[in-house]
């Protein structure tokens, strides 16, 4: 297992160019198993998430090239709709392949997704939803078999706005007959972006980024192949690199961001005290005067405050003078960086969903362990922070999602070297 050999203490400095979304990437992976021609998406985030989905669809019968940051996929010889256990289990996002496998064959066999371990993270929305689109399940042996002579459009109404939930319904419904109506839809950018590339692809969607999405279902004969499609730039990434300025008193240049999609980051990063400045798609952040203490910051579906950003933002609320509150509503379980981020000398108290940090004045250099994608982050985050050597261990959940993270620390003056 990999770790990042930290030496903290320095300030982040210059600028950078913010990666292509993963959580927008993968489901519009996915999505190019609709249309059974070719599509060429590009700012695909060269991450280990990515390769697992790149793998999959591979294994379905896909044919993929991969330029860099541009992939092109051409899944008019996918010939199964059942996704290899192993692959599915290895992520989160492996569930998102159901809905295009049922828009295209009508049927599919999954497991139980996998993915970091910050909640139960059941999938009864995804599931009641195809119900409701006419898709009759049984489970054996942690097998979902899911089928449907003819899909069908449906109203459906979410319990909560579910990210996954929303992405998988849509990329049914797009190829049921007849109307689909998604109500407490997520309003997540990522799903806007979805949404953009199905109908680039022929499909008809409206409404993705409002609370209600409504999908006119067509048939495969409908969709053309995608000549060009360019997803948009990682807000949850985005957010880390600007935390992680704030939480070394830097001052860094981040390109390739959409200002709207970081507001609610930049807001409390505001009411802390960093100064702002942006202009077209580059925003600047630096720290003049001693930050302040948060006395609230919720977690909650887009607009709000993103969860994946609550475990760097808890690393650099450990670095500031004063109490700051933070309160989980997304997740049940992902404080889990609270404990390694006390191993560095931070004061935090745990209360149900409810996290209490006062600020010390240094963080000390120690071992500690990412045991997901975002605590991992927050844990470099804290070692750059901290005084002295800092060893963050299990790199394999970081490149889930930040592409080439080390190296762009180090561009912008960190001292950070992985070791295997
Ligand atoms: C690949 C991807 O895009 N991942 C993101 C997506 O995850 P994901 O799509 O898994 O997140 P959801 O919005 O579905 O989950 C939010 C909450 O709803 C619950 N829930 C969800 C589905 C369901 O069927 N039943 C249920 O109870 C979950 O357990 C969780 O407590 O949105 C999350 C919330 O913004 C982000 O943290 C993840 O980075
Ligand atoms: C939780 C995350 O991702 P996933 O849903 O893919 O596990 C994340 O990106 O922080």
């Known amino acids: 297992m990999g770790a990042y050999v930290i030496t903290g203490g320095l300030k982040l400095t210059g600028r950078l160019r913010v990666q292509g979304s993963k959580n927008a990437s993968l489901p519009i992976l996915a999505a190019t198993l609709l249309n059974s021609q070719k599509s060429c998406i590009k700012n695909v985030p060269e991450i280990k998430d990515v390769q697992v989905m790149l793998s999959i669809l591979t294994m379905l019968g896909a044919k993929i090239t991969q330029n860099g940051n541009e992939v092109t996929i051409d899944t008019s010889t996918v010939n199964t709709w059942e996704v290899p256990e192993q692959l599915m289990r290895k992520m989160r996002s492996s569930i998102?392949?159901?809905?295009?496998?049922?828009?295209?064959?009508?049927?599919?066999?999954?497991?139980?997704?996998?993915?970091?371990?910050?909640?139960?993270?059941?999938?009864?929305?995804?599931?009641?939803?195809?119900?409701?689109?006419?898709?009759?399940?049984?489970?054996?042996?942690?097998?979902?078999?899911?089928?449907?002579?003819?899909?069908?459009?449906?109203?459906?109404?979410?319990?909560?706005?579910?990210?996954?939930?929303?992405?998988?319904?849509?990329?049914?419904?797009?190829?049921?007959?007849?109307?689909?109506?998604?109500?407490?839809?997520?309003?997540?950018?990522?799903?806007?972006?979805?949404?953009?590339?199905?109908?680039?692809?022929?499909?008809?969607?409206?409404?993705?980024?409002?609370?209600?999405?409504?999908?006119?279902?067509?048939?495969?004969?409908?969709?053309?192949?995608?000549?060009?499609?360019?997803?948009?730039?990682?807000?949850?990434?985005?957010?880390?690199?600007?935390?992680?300025?704030?939480?070394?008193?830097?001052?860094?240049?981040?390109?390739?961001?959409?200002?709207?999609?970081?507001?609610?980051?930049?807001?409390?990063?505001?009411?802390?005290?960093?100064?702002?400045?942006?202009?077209?798609d580059k925003v600047e952040l630096w720290v003049e005067a001693p930050l302040r203490a948060l006395d609230s910051l919720r977690t909650l579906p887009y607009p709000g405050f993103p969860t994946d950003v609550q475990a760097p933002m808890m690393a650099l609320l450990t670095t500031v003078d004063g109490t700051s509150i933070i309160t989980e509503t997304v997740f049940e379980n992902r404080f889990k960086h609270a404990e390694e981020l006390r191993r560095m000398g931070a004061n935090i108290k745990i209360n149900g969903n409810t996290a209490i940090i006062k600020g010390v004045k240094k963080l000390t250099g120690a071992i500690v362990e990412a045991k997901d994608l975002r605590a991992g982050a927050g844990l470099v985050i804290a070692g750059l922070a901290a005084d002295g050597k800092t060893i963050v261990e299990g790199t394999s959940y970081i490149e889930r999602g930040y592409e080439r993270f080390d190296d762009n620390l180090r561009a912008l003056g960190a001292k950070i070297e992985k070791i295997e």
């Open 96 to 280: 998102v392949l159901m809905g295009p496998l049922l828009g295209r064959f009508g049927r599919v066999k999954v497991s139980y997704p996998g993915g970091c371990e910050i909640g139960p993270r059941p999938i009864d929305l995804h599931l009641k939803g195809f119900a409701a689109l006419g898709v009759k399940m049984r489970e054996s042996y942690g097998f979902i078999y899911a089928e449907a002579e003819k899909l069908k459009g449906a109203n459906i109404h979410l319990d909560f706005p579910s990210v996954g939930a929303t992405e998988n319904l849509m990329l049914a419904a797009v190829l049921a007959e007849g109307r689909t109506v998604i109500r407490n839809a997520a309003k997540e950018p990522e799903i806007v972006d979805l949404q953009n590339f199905l109908n680039k692809m022929g499909c008809r969607v409206k409404g993705a980024g409002t609370d209600t999405i409504k999908i006119e279902g067509c048939s495969i004969a409908d969709l053309k192949p995608v000549e060009e499609y360019t997803v948009i730039p990682d807000r949850i990434a985005a957010g880390t690199y600007l935390v992680a300025a704030a939480a070394t008193r830097g001052n860094i240049v981040l390109e390739n961001v959409i200002r709207e999609h970081i507001e609610p980051i930049l807001a409390k990063l505001r009411e802390m005290g960093c100064r702002i400045r942006s202009e077209d």
